[in-house]
């Protein structure tokens, strides 16, 4: 789910994409619960025709959707360059938090990572792995499965979460940073939508003219919080990027041990 995510982290203006994020007087738990059900109902449904036209080479696609998939193509690309650049994933386990349709585990099962990805929804998880036979990738280099980010276990080499944050409470952001952490022995690879005057502006812009299909709520996060977040954990920022276009906006950060 690259946004599937903030799909990701992305800020659509008079499009299809995200419902800002709202305030609200419920509990947290319940604000939790209530994002979680949007999520996976929304990418079960219309929300996963719709990104997996965006995640593809599918010429069914506007110019903001053409734009958001050349911004999540870059945040993409810059990971793939630093682990190619590193030269020692081969053999390594990689988990991939929100994995959408494959975007990022397939090109990592090709270098030869072990592969566990996971997405809030089935159609995004059988999606990749149909996109991984696809590319000659055995269940033995890659499996997909159905999972949401709290309940995803084991340990791991490289845990990745690229464009999932978007549809985090930012009450709930310090702790999703924590639990990714807690799955990794070595690297942690996150990107996230970050909260800035000039973002928060272009959000509030984006709530005066709503697209004609509302979905899932979209977080703005603070780096500050997630970088604490990695240090209370043992991480620490090791490269960062960050990736613009006109409709998407991406913090990438990797932390290692």
């Given at each position: 789910?690259?946004?599937?995510?903030a799909v990701?982290?992305?800020?659509?203006?008079?499009?299809?994409?995200?419902?800002?994020g709202q305030?609200?007087s419920?509990?947290?738990?319940?604000?939790?619960?209530?994002?979680?059900?949007?999520?996976?109902e929304?990418?079960?449904?219309?929300?996963?025709?719709?990104?997996?036209?965006?995640?593809?080479?599918?010429?069914?696609?506007?110019?903001?959707q053409?734009?958001?998939?050349?911004?999540?193509?870059?945040t993409?690309?810059?990971?793939?360059?630093?682990v190619?650049?590193?030269?020692?994933?081969?053999?390594?386990?990689?988990?991939?938090?929100?994995?959408?349709?494959?975007?990022?585990?397939?090109?990592?099962?090709?270098?030869?990572?072990?592969?566990?990805?996971?997405?809030?929804?089935?159609?995004?998880?059988?999606?990749?792995?149909?996109?991984?036979?696809e590319?000659?990738?055995?269940?033995?280099q890659?499996?997909?499965?159905t999972?949401?980010?709290?309940?995803?276990?084991?340990?791991?080499d490289?845990v990745?979460?690229?464009?999932v944050?978007?549809?985090y409470?930012?009450e709930?952001m310090?702790?999703?940073?924590?639990?990714?952490?807690?799955?990794?022995?070595?690297?942690?690879?996150?990107?996230f939508?970050?909260k800035?005057?000039?973002?928060?502006?272009?959000?509030?812009i984006?709530?005066?003219f709503?697209?004609?299909?509302?979905?899932?709520?979209?977080?703005?996060?603070?780096?500050e919080?997630?970088?604490k977040?990695?240090?209370e954990?043992?991480f620490?920022?090791?490269?960062?990027?960050?990736?613009a276009?006109?409709?998407?906006?991406?913090?990438?950060?990797?932390?290692?041990?």
């Amino acid at each position: 789910m690259k946004v599937s995510l903030a799909v990701a982290s992305l800020l659509v203006i008079n499009t299809e994409a995200f419902v800002p994020g709202q305030s609200s007087s419920f509990s947290t738990k319940l604000s939790v619960v209530d994002d979680k059900t949007e999520v996976r109902e929304y990418f079960n449904t219309e929300g996963f025709n719709r990104w997996n036209k965006i995640y593809s080479d599918s010429d069914e696609v506007n110019s903001v959707q053409m734009d958001i998939r050349d911004g999540h193509g870059q945040t993409i690309d810059k990971i793939l360059k630093w682990v190619s650049d590193d030269g020692d994933i081969a053999g390594k386990s990689v988990c991939d938090c929100g994995c959408g349709v494959g975007s990022l585990a397939i090109p990592l099962a090709q270098m030869g990572a072990k592969i566990s990805a996971s997405d809030i929804s089935d159609s995004m998880a059988n999606e990749a792995a149909r996109r991984a036979k696809e590319f000659g990738i055995g269940d033995d280099q890659a499996t997909f499965y159905t999972s949401d980010l709290e309940s995803v276990d084991g340990k791991y080499d490289t845990v990745t979460c690229v464009d999932v944050a978007i549809h985090y409470p930012t009450e709930k952001m310090a702790e999703m940073v924590k639990h990714l952490c807690s799955l990794s022995d070595r690297r942690v690879l996150i990107s996230f939508a970050p909260k800035t005057w000039y973002y928060s502006f272009l959000k509030k812009i984006g709530e005066l003219f709503p697209g004609p299909s509302k979905t899932t709520r979209a977080y703005l996060h603070e780096e500050e919080v997630v970088r604490k977040a990695l240090e209370e954990a043992g991480f620490k920022v090791a490269r960062e990027e960050m990736t613009a276009t006109n409709f998407y906006f991406s913090r990438l950060l990797e932390a290692t041990k």
